[in-house]
Nanobody, 131 residues
């Protein structure tokens, strides 16, 4: 059974930092693409793919987080991390660890993507940034 367990979310003031962790089991972590997606509050918000790391170690960061968020992984621990620095109010969202997706969110909500079997998903962790 595939499991992705996120931790590290919480509340922080703008300008602060958090580190999210996602520990994976039930699949070949070393051979998998891993990523962090987020769902901001509000009915019109779309799921955003913010940072990914491929099995070859190459990374991607969305423009909204580039230079502030860093993705990394520890294959020995089957864990992927997201270091988030200089957090802003609009970083407030539920953050999801995702494995082995195929494609891009294309405006769907994270819940819609999960229902469509768009990869494997963790349960999500809330990050709240306040002023």
């Amino acid at each position: 059974e595939v499991q992705l367990m996120e931790s590290g979310g919480g509340s922080v003031q703008a300008g602060g930092s958090l580190r999210l962790s996602c520990t994976a089991s039930g699949f070949a972590f070393d051979d998998s693409d891993m990523g962090w997606f987020r769902q901001a509050p509000g009915p019109e918000a779309a799921c955003e793919m913010i940072s990914t790391i491929s099995s070859d170690g190459s990374t991607y960061s969305a423009d909204s987080v580039k230079g502030r968020f860093t993705i990394s992984q520890d294959n020995a621990k089957n864990t992927v991390y997201l270091q988030m620095n200089n957090l802003k109010l609009n970083d407030t969202a539920v953050y999801y660890c995702v494995a082995d997706w195929d494609g891009e969110p294309l405006g769907a909500s994270c819940l819609e993507l999960q229902k469509a079997d768009f990869g494997y998903w963790g349960q999500g962790t809330q990050v709240t940034v306040s002023s």
